[in-house]
């Protein structure tokens, strides 16, 4: 097993956490939606995991430009800015990126269950690539 291998191995997992990430968004948005949840609950919960989501996808596209796979680290990067973009865009009087006050709105709502869906497609997408690259890394036996 060469070093293609156990990257694409960690990305594997990298994205597969990241995917249920992904799904516990949409799953916490999805019970605001319909009242099941408060909004100071529903948004200490996203607020929660707004950071490790950023980082473990950073940590992703570092882990492939470490493995010099260029083409899938420039996939990744739009979603990497997009992380990063909206973590350093919080308004100053926000609790987070996810604001209680805010996120009654149904456009602020709805188009945080479209980012949701996005970067769950984002990441299924990902995690295929991966496979892919790591099932033909393991069979080239490098």
């Given at each position: ?103 009654h709105n149904k456009t602020v ?34």
């Open positions: 097993m060469g070093p293609d291998s156990i990257v694409f191995i960690l990305e594997l997992i990298s994205s597969a956490a990241l995917m249920f990430l992904a799904v516990y968004f949409i799953i916490c948005l999805s019970d605001l939606e319909c009242d099941y949840l408060n909004a100071s609950a529903c948004c200490r919960r996203l607020n929660l995991w707004v950071r490790p989501e950023l980082v473990g996808h950073a940590a992703t596209s570092l882990l492939l430009l470490y493995g010099f796979h260029i083409v899938i680290f420039l996939l990744n990067v739009p979603v990497a800015l997009w992380h990063f973009y909206c973590y350093v865009n919080i308004p100053k009087g926000n609790m987070g990126r996810y604001d209680p006050t805010e996120i709502l709805k188009n945080f269950q479209k980012e949701a869906f996005v970067k769950l497609a984002c990441y299924l997408i990902f995690f295929f690539i991966y496979l892919y690259s790591m099932i033909y890394a393991l069979v080239k036996g490098e």
